[in-house]
């Protein structure tokens, strides 16, 4: 087949009508969410006191950590699922995130006795936090991946790691609310790693299913 | 040149997105022979034939059209998706290449004419159920339009849209898949 004639056909297809990629990413923001809150509910719910804990700002500092998060995630991989669109200032706002937690860290230190600062790191909850940040996102992540795989990603593995750091923001938003330990170090550390698996899945993922 | 490029390859594809066909086959003409350009400067050692790279980098841009943004410059998209196709093609051959970000568009943008040779796509091709491949051979091999292909097979017109989108869609797939050498490779659908 020459170039000319595949041309030919491809005009012929011109008709053919696909959603915009654009508009596709909010649809599967949409579809992430309800799956990550209907997973939550399910699974773990909020904790009992949480109308208390929203008068605390450890408690809320979580969700503008995770939220913070979430949000520089969903624009990176609305960037890089776009051939040629500038990633750069997406891949700024990635820093955000961490910046904001290391800034809440600081701050804990100062704040709180170092006799303190072991228990507070280790908290109550851990293996709860790892089990089920990662059950929450996993879903999201595979909604972001089929996406991924509707867009054109030039780079997959990297498209599919910020994938899984955005299942795992959306994720970890939804957890907060029902965790205990609202110390930043708490945060820090297992909340990281919770969202971390996420994002060597995602990485995975990209790896292998994120092909056009 | 290049910025006249950019100036007429995105009015054309935006009229083309408003349904403008002869707009969409001229804009896929000059794309072509831009991406033709690129390709044959960045393949030197002869291994992969870059019409194969061109008509596989016109495929992905047909079928991933939605992922470009009418504010966003169309060259750096489809230079992206070009780029994107050699280094797999590359990769299927089981060599690794580096091609610079920077040294698209401006330097490597002389269009060029194809030459000819056996083609990766003709496999992909043989690899179609045989209602899809006839329907794609007819329209682009054969150069019949929707309408006389349907009356040549005796089907509605809707039928052979259908088959010819996802005839091109399968082609599009599998090129991203491995390198076939063998249509027994391919699934059917």
Not at chain 1, 53 to 78: N, Q
Not at chain 1, 92 to 105: E, Q
Not at chain 1, 126 to 131: A, G, R
Request: glycine residues 8%; positive net charge; hydrophobic residues 50%.
């Amino acid at each position: 087949m020459r170039t000319d004639d595949l041309i030919r056909a491809l005009d012929a297809d011109a008709h053919s009508r696909a959603m915009p990629l654009g508009s596709a990413w909010w649809v599967a923001a949409g579809a992430a969410t309800g799956i990550a809150a209907v997973v939550f509910w399910l699974a773990i719910g909020p904790r009992t006191d949480i109308a208390t804990a929203m008068h605390t700002m450890r408690f809320l500092a979580k969700f503008v950590f995770t939220t913070a998060l979430a949000i520089s995630a969903f624009a990176l991989i609305r960037a890089l699922s776009t051939p040629g669109a500038s990633t750069s200032r997406a891949a700024a706002w990635m820093t955000a995130a961490p910046l904001l937690v290391v800034f809440a860290v600081v701050l804990e230190l100062l704040s709180v006795p170092a006799a303190d600062w072991g228990r507070r790191l280790v908290g109550s909850n851990m293996v709860v936090c790892l089990t089920f940040i990662p059950l929450i996102g996993v879903g999201p992540l595979a909604v972001f991946l089929a996406v991924l795989r509707y867009g054109a990603p030039t780079r997959p593995v990297l498209a599919g790691t910020v994938a899984g750091l955005l299942a795992g923001g959306l994720a970890a938003t939804f957890y907060a609310a029902h965790c205990f330990d609202d110390s930043p170090l708490f945060v820090a550390t297992w909340y990281t790693i919770a969202i971390a698996i996420l994002a060597a899945l995602g990485a995975i993922g990209g790896r292998l299913f994120v092909r056009w | 040149m290049t910025g006249n490029d950019e100036a007429e390859l995105s009015r054309l594809m935006r009229a083309a997105i408003a349904g403008d066909e002869k707009a969409y086959a001229d804009f896929l003409r000059r794309t072509a022979a831009l991406v033709r350009g690129f390709i044959r400067r960045k393949i030197v050692q002869g291994e992969v034939d870059p019409e194969d790279v061109v008509q596989e980098t016109l495929l992905a841009i047909h079928v991933k059209r939605h992922t470009w943004r009418q504010d966003l410059a169309v060259l750096p998209w489809v230079y992206a998706i070009a780029r994107f196709k050699l280094i797999d093609a590359f990769r299927r051959r089981g060599r690794r290449i580096e091609i610079e970000i920077d040294e698209i568009a401006e330097t490597f943008a002389e269009p060029e004419a194809e030459t000819v040779s056996e083609r990766d796509i003709n496999r992909a091709l043989d690899g179609l159920p045989p209602s899809q491949r006839s329907v794609v051979s007819s329209v682009s091999v054969e150069g019949r339009s929707i309408g006389e292909t349907a009356a040549k097979f005796g089907i509605s017109e809707t039928a052979v849209r259908v088959s010819l989108h996802r005839g091109l869609a399968t082609i599009a797939k599998r090129f991203g898949v491995k390198q076939f050498g063998r249509a027994k490779q391919f699934k059917r659908e």
